[in-house]
DNA sequence: ATAATATATGAACAAATAATCATATGTGCA
DNA sequence: TGCACATATGATTATTTGTTCATATATTAT
C-alpha cells in the first residue's frame, strides 16, 4: 500500500529513481522515526524545557518547580507526568513531597546541542 | 507580574525558598528557553524527522522526498518551509527542481543524541 | 479520626498545527 | 508564445495538545 501512495504523490516522475531506492535503504524502521519525533516532541514545549533545565541544577519537588516557573501546580503535574512518561525525569518520593530530577545524561546532551544550533 | 502569579502558584509554600532562588539565578533567560523549545518542536513530527534523515544520506529534490516518504507535494513543500525557517536544510535550486540537504551538523548531532535516549 | 498540605488525575476548553485542496509562481521546452 | 512540469503558498479543516478547574489520593500532625 505504500507503492500506492508513492505512486498518487509525485505523477509525473521527476524523480531520480537510484537515488530515492538507495536513501530508502538506508532510513532506519518507521517505527523508530515515529519514537524520535515523540521524543523531541517533549522536549518541544517551553514549560517542559524550563523543567528540565531547572533540574540541570538539583532535584526539585513539584511545588518548588511551580514557584519557580510562576505556574501552577497542576500545569507541572501535568509536564512533570509527560516527562516522566519519557523517561526523561525520575521521581523520589519523600513524606509528603515528590522530589524530581534528570533521569539520565542525555537530557544535558540533547539540550546542550540544541543550545548550540541556537546561539549562531 | 511575576512575582504575583508565583504567590498565586503555591499557596501553601512547601517551598525551599533558597533552593528556588538559587536555581532561578542560573536558569537562561526566558527567550532563550523559548527558543529552544521552538526548536526541538520542529523535531517534534515524524514527517520533518524522515525529511531530515533522509537527507543525511544526500540532497533530494522536493518530488524524491515526496516519493520517498509517500506523501504528497505539498505536504513536503511545508514542512520543507519550516525546516528552512529554522535553518535546518538549505535549498539550491537547479532548473525546475530544488535540491534541499541539511543545513550543518548540529542536526546530526540533535539527531544523534535522541537516538541515543530511545535505543534503551 | 480529622484537618491540612502536597501531589495527581480526569474532563473541558482554547490554541496550535499538519494535512488537504485549490491555486499561484517559476522554469524549460516545443 | 503556449504548454508541461516542479515547487510554493493561502485557506480550511481535523487533530493534537497545554492549561484550567474540580476533585481524588496520599501523608503528616494534632
Chains 1, 2 share one sequence.
Do not use: W
Not at 508513492?6 to 515515529?34: F, G, I, N, R, W
Not at 524520535?36 to 540541570?56: C, H, M, N, P, Q
Amino acid at each position: 500500500m505504500s507503492e500506492q501512495r508513492q505512486a498518487e504523490s509525485c505523477e509525473y516522475l521527476c524523480v531520480h529513481q537510484d537515488t530515492v531506492e538507495k536513501v530508502l535503504d538506508q532510513m532506519p524502521p518507521d517505527e523508530m522515526l515515529y519514537d524520535l519525533a515523540e521524543l523531541f516532541k517533549v522536549f518541544g514545549d517551553s514549560t517542559r524545557i524550563k523543567i528540565l533545565y531547572a533540574l540541570f541544577e538539583e532535584e526539585l519537588c513539584v511545588c518548588d518547580i511551580a514557584q519557580l516557573l510562576g505556574i501552577t501546580q497542576t500545569a507541572v503535574s501535568h509536564q512533570l507526568r509527560v516527562l516522566k512518561t519519557n523517561k526523561l525525569v525520575k521521581a523520589r518520593k519523600d513524606g509528603k513531597n515528590v522530589f524530581y530530577s534528570l533521569a539520565d545524561a542525555h537530557v544535558y546532551k540533547i539540550i546542550g546541542q540544541g543550545m548550540e544550533h541556537i546561539e549562531e
